[in-house]
DNA sequence: GTGATCTGTGTTACCGCTAACATCACTGTC
DNA sequence: GACAGTGATGTTAGCGGTAACACAGATCAC
């Protein structure tokens, strides 16, 4: 009368992998082998697990095999929790690659890009059993904190491609401001200014640089360099600098947000834009066609960066000690804001 | 010679549970229970096996933790992969809520929210073991979808309020659509126009209901509603639109960059805002104070959403099963789209 | 002094899965 | 017809923790 524990399987709980291989009258690995597809199964005994699985709507636990593995098949991404097009784009074109790869994504995110903060989220996403971590936090500090962290995590930046200790994949920003400056020079402007991210962005310098380069380059007188922070209201506060300055006809601002700022400063002064000054932003926001003028900005490929980043993480997961970086190209999208007059 | 394995501890892995309970001479349980601070443990030997861990680096498996006690303390969050402002804004929010409540968060992202794609990415995070799943996808798609998961994963959605089958967490979209419409009824306005959001989106209809409730109290005229996708490009066309009509001087818009395609589309007709047109957004972007005009908008609390929204999984999880709903209030921003003329 | 109660600790079994090895028919070979 | 090779399956022992119970010694009530 009384039924073993063995008559009543999913009690309750979810189907355990035991649940299907009793239903199926079948060992608990044959069950496994028929889930992963390795090892060599009879058509018949496959069939009869498969119909068990459906009929008992097991899932794998992917804890237990995680464990029994030694692999998670999730990785960990840190992020910045502000919503900046760029790091927030980057993070669902990770999470996009990995889907693919079928792994999981946990992400952690810092109030700031700041050393103690980011060592901290990756131990934390380390004790959350992720296989590698990918931080997107391209500051120096950053940079730093990567240096810090045990050599046994596998370990990829969205970065400057310059960060020495680890593997990185980043957009070339450089080569975007390089464009951007050029594209300004060819249309005749005798310099060109910039409106430059904060101190301690890797973003911000390479952007810089490339700047800096075709200036030098070109053999123009360099303007001094304008810092804003990223937001709308630095690029404004930027502009209105830049007012007090003659001859001020051409300015590459590092992002569209900040370049928004420059238009609005702009505009209240009644200095028209391109007529009177030519910008040139760098993101290509979903916004930035519509701000007034259209902006001129360089795009970047965010789908691809998370592509090769994760592809790096990979990699490095399966022990590869080669010092890789990858750079993802940019394209100049050219609008009104860089219109002839 | 040969040494035992015993006198092998963290050989090259990472260190066990074990390898601290053999350093410090007790038992795995009491480093266990030191470890979780539950259990009654004299302070020396509580001594011992903390330094033990601190030598050894030890940190727990959360693996193995989460397989032994049933509870992974991960939950996933289901977000749509754009980099809208809103959900993606929420998203760091939960993230936040979570992370003070020692939980970690794994992401599924959808490229829209479409029933079988929620339905897939629920089920993906299920199999990574999550105790809970948030559903960021305002949609009706996603409402029906949450009806079709099995009842077993606690779920919670930020969605309308009226959502019927799970709990909800929500920003009163409808109060701020309400007091949009209201600020400019209180300008004198005869009527006010509404650039609605997509079909489908709850948030739309409930901002759309919103703006027609305080129509139709005020007895104005019910303009016909235009309806965008929540691009610029399509507040563009919208404003094109409206500019064949006449007697159009105020118009709330069910999002920023919407708004910001109707500023463009008024700017380039030379029309101008506030002095011809008024013009109302939400979301309160960072970019909205830049525009030009700077936006009138209401701007939503994405802080207190996350953790409103992480509280009522938590609920769930602990097998609460009230249907709970939480609301999250809305603020008005004032700025010079909406000035004196 | 005897049993009841507490503290501090250890033992055992199990969470759900897989790696590694073991087993047992078959098959083909010479 | 004995033997090696192969394919299909099972057995065992963990992965790194924790729950539940066991147990020794100290403390306490009466």
Redesign the interface.
Known sequence: MAKGPENAPAAGR?PALSDVAAAAGVSNMTVSRVINGNGSVRAATRRRVLDAVEQL?Y??????R??ATGR?R?LGAVAL???L?GP??T??GI??AA?EAGY??????VSAPEHPLIVEAI???????VEGVIVIAPHVAAGRALEDV?Q?VPLVAVADVDQPSVPVAAVDHRDGARQAAEHLFSLGHDTVWHIAGPHGWLESQAREEGWRAVVSERGAPEPPVLRGDW???S??EAGRELLRHDQVDAVFVAND?MA??L??AL?EAGVSVPHDVRVVGFDDI??A????P?LTTVRQDFISLGRQVFGQLLHRIEGERTRMRSIVPVELVVRESTGTR
Chains 1, 2 share one sequence.
């Open positions: 979810q709507g899932r794998p636990n992917s804890l237990a995680g464990l998670s999730t929790d502000s919503v097009y927030a784009s993070l669902f999470e996009n889907r999981g994504v946990s992400v952690a995110s131990e934390r996403l380390r004790s959350q059993g045990p046994d937001s709308p209201r690029g404004y947000q928004l700022g238009l609005r505009s979903p916004e066609a519509y701000f007034s259209p």
